[in-house]
């Protein structure tokens, strides 16, 4: 078992961590792979929960005749503002990756800040702070189609009770009903991967599309669906370099709760920006991100993209659409599996954030 733990200063965490695919039937094992432990100790101070610590620590493992790595992972927060949560997941690749299975649950009360829905509210930085109680879980099973598409199935149940400690209209506001909410329903998924490692890519491409029903008929208080897709691709650049694309979308349908809107600074898309600020019916995201290893475990990168929200995808204008820009360095904890340990800085408009993380952003 390979063991690190790396200590930081004060940032942002990004929300997802994005992870690639080895080519099933391009591998042949014998043996399993050692055990992989990375966890990163986190200081954390951003406008959205204030000052505290994030502890998040991931498994990496091989079982016999596996044909990817599977991943266990776990994570906590607290925070000087009362935000807390606690969060597990698993990763699995059965039948050499004819099944690829995943699901997580957690549990977390947060003290946000909501600064209404569109770019225009955003734009007026006048923000309510809100309270709210989270209880989350999710399960999802895929199938391979063929070599390299995947197609499933995905249970989701989310619970939220927001409350407003101080209320003004001066300040955006949240409709009653909206704040103590039960969702829950099937949805479909759909992955494409061509790519040549399952935590290091440098070739290839990622697709991902999810569209998530939420049903009265299984107990939900909202019926709207709920469409998030993304493709990654990935090119060998320059001298150790790899030039790594991604473009992201998200759709909602009317009758959605404010909190389940597309959020953008969400899933790294894109990084320096308050996630949930800008938050609206529709997003759309665009980044390109050059990776350049100066030595065996070191690396570099320089990253760059726009996007934004808006009511409908016929409403975006050039004027209206949101710039970042950054720089990062990068460790690899593991060298077994090519995990990195990641530092970003990111400039947006009129915006700048930190971000500490295991794993790339996509």
Known sequence: MSFVCAQSVAGEVPVNHAVGQQEAEKIEKSDSKDLSFVVMPIPLSNPSVGTGLILPAVLFYEPKGSARPWMTGAGALATDNGSKALGVFQKAYLGGDRFRVSGGL????LNLRFYGIGGGDASR???LKIEQDVDFAQAQGL?????????????????VKTSIPI????????PTPERDMHLVGPGLVYQYDTRDDELAPTKGTYANAALQ???PGWGSDRDYQHFYGAINSYHEFGPNGILATRFAACDVSRNAPFFDLCLFGANNDLRGYEAGKYRDSTLIAAQAEY?????????????AGVGGVAP????????SLLPAGGVGLRFMASTEYKVNVSVDY???RNSDALYFGIGEAF
């Open 106 to 109: 957690g549990r977390a009360d």
């Open 125 to 127: 930085d006048r923000s």
């Open 143 to 159: 199938m391979r189609l063929s070599t390299h598409q995947y197609f499933g199935l995905r249970l989701r149940s989310v619970s």
């Open 167 to 174: 209320s003004s209209d001066k300040y955006p506001q949240i």
């Open 213 to 215: 029903w939420n049903l």
């Open 291 to 303: 990776r350049w290893h100066f030595s065996k475990r070191w690396g570099m990168v320089a990253f």
């Open 312 to 319: 409908n995808f016929s409403d975006y204008r050039a004027s």
């Open 346 to 348: 990111a400039v947006g």
